[in-house]
């Protein structure tokens, strides 16, 4: 299942800890979106986590969780993103917690349904920009430079440029992009309208829509056709 993430043009991150009516949750996963991402930063429990995986198993659209502590790890999830945040200092987020859910979990991971995101925070204002101390404050050339250390160095599935809470800014954006064949590039942040869904399709090969789902999922939904009819442009 993980392997169709190569396919995802667009995708909802729904949050466990934030409240979603059943009419909103429906018109999400009738949508038409790739796939639902299960996850957020902070109030995550095994608890809501499994509640919001139960009310999305009854529609047909492929759900993953976007694991971002061990405490809450839900089996069940058709995959399992596991990010690794490459712009910060702390070992535990780019590795270290990995290391212990390995230590305490070893040979029961099911290797084959999961999908490393290597992280890249541009949006120091983000909740989760504070939590791993990650060095957002990035120039074009600096952000550049972690396309090349994703795509040639680590050669990693996937790069996510990660503005959550802010719409990005197009010029860091297509510079990365430029910087990547074969890995995927996940976008996220800030889409509201139509102009910021088309504008991140032209360079993303995966657009996140999560906070706009909370404030207008009249527009959320819409965001699906906007990004599904944008042409991406070429790699490379
Ligand atoms: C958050 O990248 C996602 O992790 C989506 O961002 O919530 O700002 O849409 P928004």
Known sequence: MIKKAKKWRHVFKLDPNRRLSDLALEKICQSGTDAIIVGGTDGITFQNTWQLLERIQKYQVPCVQEISTMKAIVPGFDGYLIPSVLNTDQAKWIHGAHLEA?????????????????????????????LTQAKADLTEEEAAGYADLVENLFRWPVLYVEYSGTFGEEKKVRAIRRKLKRTRLFYGGGITNEEQAKTMARWADTVVVGNVVYTNVEKAVQTVTWVKETKLQEKG
């Not at 099911?110 to 992280?119: A, I, M, R, T």
């Not at 120091?124 to 504070?130: G, H, I």
Request: aromatic share 10%.
């Open 102 to 130: 390995i230590r305490r979990y070893g040979s029961s991971i099911p290797w084959e349904q999961v999908l490393l995101l290597g992280y890249v925070i541009l949006n120091p204002e983000a909740k989760v920009s504070r």
